[in-house]
């Protein structure tokens, strides 16, 4: 088991800039290391962000966000950020990461990972 904790969400005027972290209780080494990010907005379904693989250093970005959005992890691989840049108002959500990938779906489906974070809130104003 894998516990999750996001921090870093708030509120900040369109154009600017967030930095979301995940630190996780335990190495993300586990089921190929690959922590992503989901972002829910209120009516909307869960919208896979970003996915980084520790095993393999790759990350993956939606297409939604990218050139905006990038994530990376620390030296320790127990916390992955999420950089957002150029924020926009359509990027208010609450921010959720994500970790223990099944490798039964798509990086972007939300089941197939066993461990979520409570989330995090961005508001773009």
């Known amino acids: 088991h894998v516990q999750l904790v996001e921090s870093g969400g708030g509120s900040v005027e369109a154009g600017g800039s967030l930095r979301l972290s995940c630190t996780a209780d335990?190495?993300?080494?586990?089921?190929?290391?690959?922590v992503a990010w989901f972002r829910e907005a209120p009516g909307k379904e869960r919208e896979g962000v970003s996915l980084?693989?520790?095993?393999?250093?790759?990350?993956t970005i939606a297409a939604s966000v990218k050139g905006r959005f990038t994530t990376s992890t620390d030296n320790n691989k127990k916390v992955v950020h999420l950089q957002m840049n150029n924020l926009k108002r359509e990027d208010s959500a609450t921010y959720y990461c994500?970790?223990?990938?099944?490798?039964?779906?798509?990086?972007?489906?939300?089941?197939?990972?066993?461990?979520w974070g409570q989330g995090t809130q961005v508001t773009v104003s």
């Open positions: 980084y693989c520790t095993s393999s250093d790759t990350s």
């Open positions: 335990a190495s993300t080494h586990t089921n190929g290391g690959c």
């Open positions: 994500a970790a223990g990938r099944k490798w039964q779906r798509s990086w972007y489906s939300q089941s197939d990972y066993a461990f």
